[in-house]
Nanobody, 115 residues
Framework: VQLVESGGGLVQPGGSLRLSCAGSGWTFSDSHMTWVRQSPGKGLEWVCSIRSDGSNTYYGDSVKGRFTISRDNAKNTVYLQMNSLKSEDTALYYC?????????WGQGTQVTVSS
């Protein structure tokens, strides 16, 4: 199983980024998927999740209304569209398989929100 995140970078407050996570090595469409982030000096924070068929999505309070998770099972990819970014969104973003317990993780992609 391999998960590879991409799309991170430096963005100004109020800006947008779209992260991607490409999966391989198993049947991607069988897995619910989750984005988790870790800020400097803080623990892991659950960001959002999406069910295997994309039928339901779930968001943490800190990102609700600003972030959108989606997936394309034909491309084995899950996305995170991040709008209205704030400095507190600065973190290393990971995608992981599962909704509650995360069996596999990617290596992460850094998002830095700064002017």
């Amino acid at each position: 199983v391999q998960l590879v995140e991409s799309g991170g970078g430096l963005v100004q407050p109020g800006g947008s980024l779209r992260l991607s996570c490409a999966g391989s090595g198993w049947t991607f469409s069988d897995s619910h998927m989750t984005w988790v982030r870790q800020s400097p000096g803080k623990g892991l924070e659950w960001v959002c999740s999406i069910r295997s068929d994309g039928s339901n999505t779930y968001y943490g309070d800190s990102v609700k209304g600003r972030f959108t998770i989606s997936r394309d099972n034909a491309k084995n990819t899950v996305y995170l569209q991040m709008n209205s970014l704030k400095s507190e969104d600065t973190a290393l973003y990971y995608c992981a398989t599962g909704l509650l317990d995360f069996a596999y993780w990617g290596q992460g992609t850094q998002v830095t929100v700064s002017s």
